[in-house]
């Protein structure tokens, strides 16, 4: 059995996941057990109404935190499915109209994988370029839109800038064309303010286990209006009006629910946390030189990523030296792959500035206190690698 | 991010963390030097030495890299470090692979590591003024 022991780390590593709400992890073991609400909610007997029940006040509670009818939501198993299923049957549902697609550069691969996998297919994508804070600009936008276009998938929160695309802008180009607008909003819900009444989206994926819910629940939004629907792409059973069959997960959908809830009483809150431990830590490391925020640094940008580049430095030399804080590199960072982030090079980054890139993402129980060590962890960190690769030049 | 336990042996994690050898040579006397990079825009070392015309007296390396790099020429000055010149046709550069659990994916690097130390070897062949 792997032991917990997460409390020797300093977890600044938020936008790859969070930990799970207590309150929302306590509430999830109410519905695995004998003793709790277990059974299929697909069952008609009481216990599987019960269960029913459970699911339907959990999609009621992310409705609220969307502001959408809650019959407009499909589980799925997270932000990767969700995405899939939006690009995939989106792009199927409308294929017999046209076949072009336009997407980003920087993007997640969940979105640009499952565009790959259409153009495998026969189908066009066109992918536009950021400008070199990561922002799409509407007349790039228009320029790569063709009469068959007929679907667009832009994310709101990049996952490795933070950068915050104008979503309401995208849409209604969207709609002026009926080209569907698919947004990946894994990392905006729950951190940013989203009315999906009042914005021009037609599809939103979002996943639990990035607002202190459990992993391996997320949803689908799936907007009715006319034109607007997905082709399933996996098939099995007739669960969540036949898109996405399969038995719904109660304790993982009950804990979405609660953490979208409890997050959205804390929107406003968070927004003001996560600004503070940015500046705090752009504070704390601004005496070094030659370091570069990779996104936009106008209120284009979710404060609760910070992407930095360090001239000079190897990104998984930094974050080794950086331990026992917890960040992200703007590398795949692992063993087998060193490649500079396909983001950061989509921003203009050479590979020696996109490879020293260190991402910090804050989170609900971030302390200033840890900010504040990680600033001078930083600061030690690049002084003692750039030491060792004085003389090289 | 890996975990750094699994990712690193703790012979890595000792050098990368206390590089001691990192840094300029004492002053004085030849220097000898090997210098090596892995691509335009990957792993690079210099090494460095001092020697007394039978051992290498001292030795020091600057690098960028991943830590098995850095851990890796810390330990290659480690091991080199006093030894007699005929060491460095001795020495195994793949066993500093192994002692240091380098992924089969980063022996470019090593090899990296190799051709400064061969550089370093046809330096230390010259003739050498001050």
Redesign the interface.
Known sequence: MVKAAANRFIYL?YA?TTPVDLQVAEFMAGFLTREGVFANPSSIHAPGQQAARAVEIAREQLAGLLNVRPADLIWTSGATESDNLAIIGGAHYRGRRGKHLVTMKTEHKAVLDAFAALQREGFEVSYVAPNESGLVSMDVLRAALREDTQLVSIMYVNNETGVVQDIEAIGNICRERDILFHVDAAQAVGKVALDLQALPVDLLSLTAHKFYGPKGIGALYVANRPGCQVEPILFGGGQERRLRPGTLPVHQIVGLGLAAELAASSLQDNWLHMSKLRHRLLAGISQLPGLLVNGDESERSYPGILNISAL?V?G??L???L?PV????GSA??????E?SYVLRALGR???TA?SAIRFSFGRYTTLAEVDFAAARYCEAIVSLR??????E | ??D?DV??NERV?EC??A?RH???LTPGGPVYSGRAQES??G????L?CHSDGDHISEMRF??????HF?AAAEWLCRELESQPLAQLNEFDIRSVQRLLAV?V??TGRILTLEDALEALKASLSQPKTQ
């Open positions: 590593d790859a000079g190897e998984e030399s974050m080794l030296a331990a917890c960040v992200a590199s960072c692992n063993a087998k792959n060193a500079p050479d590979d020696a490879q030491s060792i690769a004085k003389g090289l | 991010m890996a750094r990712a690193y994690l990368f963390s590089p990192a840094g300029p335009a825009a792993a690079r070392v210099v460095l600057s690098a960028w890299g991943c830590p850095i992924p994916e980063k």
